[in-house]
C-alpha cells in the first residue's frame, strides 16, 4: 500500500499568504478571501494525489490547537506570535474557517484526517511513517525535519522544491 502524508497546517499556512488569497501589500483582514484559500489548499491536496497515482490513501495530519511541546516548554515557538503580529489577520476567524474545513475534509473527501490532542501533524505523520515497514509512504511538506524519517519506504516530497 502507498500512503501519502500531508503536513496538513504547512500547506494551509503556506496558502494563506499566497498571492491570490491575500493582498501581498496591506495584509488587511478585509483581504483574506477563504473561499480561494479552501479551493488553493484543495487543489495542492488534488495535485500531489495525481503526482502519486499509486496512492491507495491520503492521510491529512493536522496539528491539534494545543501541542504537547507547548505544555511542557511554555516557550516552544514563542518567536512565532511576532512574526503573526506582523499581519493584521484576524487569527480567531482563521481558526473558526480552518477547523470548519477540516470537518468538511474529513465528512465529505475520501482523506483520513487525523487530529489528536496534543500531538502536532509531525507526530502523527512521525508515528504513521515509523509503523509499518512494509508500506511505502511519501510525506508531503517544506519541513526539512521530516528527513529523518527517509528510509526505504519513506520519502520527503518538498513542497517548496517540488522535488523529491
Avoid at 500512503?3 to 499556512?13: G, M, Q, T
Avoid at 515557538?77 to 468538511?104: L, M, P, Q, S
Avoid at 515509523?130 to 510525506?139: M, P, R
Wanted: charged share 30%; glycine share 4%.
Amino acid at each position: 500500500m502507498n500512503s501519502l502524508l500531508v503536513d496538513f497546517n504547512n500547506i494551509a499556512v503556506s496558502k494563506l499568504f499566497s498571492k491570490n488569497v491575500m493582498n501581498k501589500e496591506g495584509y488587511e483582514v478585509s483581504d483574506v478571501d477563504y473561499n480561494i484559500w479552501e479551493q488553493e489548499v484543495f487543489s495542492a491536496i488534488y495535485s500531489y494525489f495525481k503526482k502519486y497515482r499509486s496512492t491507495n490513501e491520503v492521510v491529512l495530519a493536522v496539528d491539534s490547537s494545543i501541542s504537547w511541546r507547548k505544555v511542557f516548554f511554555p516557550r516552544y515557538k514563542a518567536h512565532r506570535k511576532k512574526t503573526k503580529d506582523k499581519f493584521n489577520i484576524d487569527w480567531g476567524e482563521y481558526n473558526r474557517v480552518f477547523d470548519n474545513f477540516i470537518e468538511d475534509l474529513k465528512n465529505y473527501f475520501p482523506f483520513k484526517v487525523i487530529r489528536t490532542k496534543y500531538a502536532e501533524g509531525d507526530d502523527v505523520i512521525g508515528a504513521i511513517a515509523l509503523s509499518d515497514k512494509n508500506k511505502n509512504y511519501v510525506i508531503i511538506s517544506s519541513d526539512h525535519d521530516y528527513m529523518q524519517l527517509c528510509r526505504k519506504g519513506v520519502r520527503l516530497f518538498s513542497i517548496k522544491k517540488q522535488t523529491i
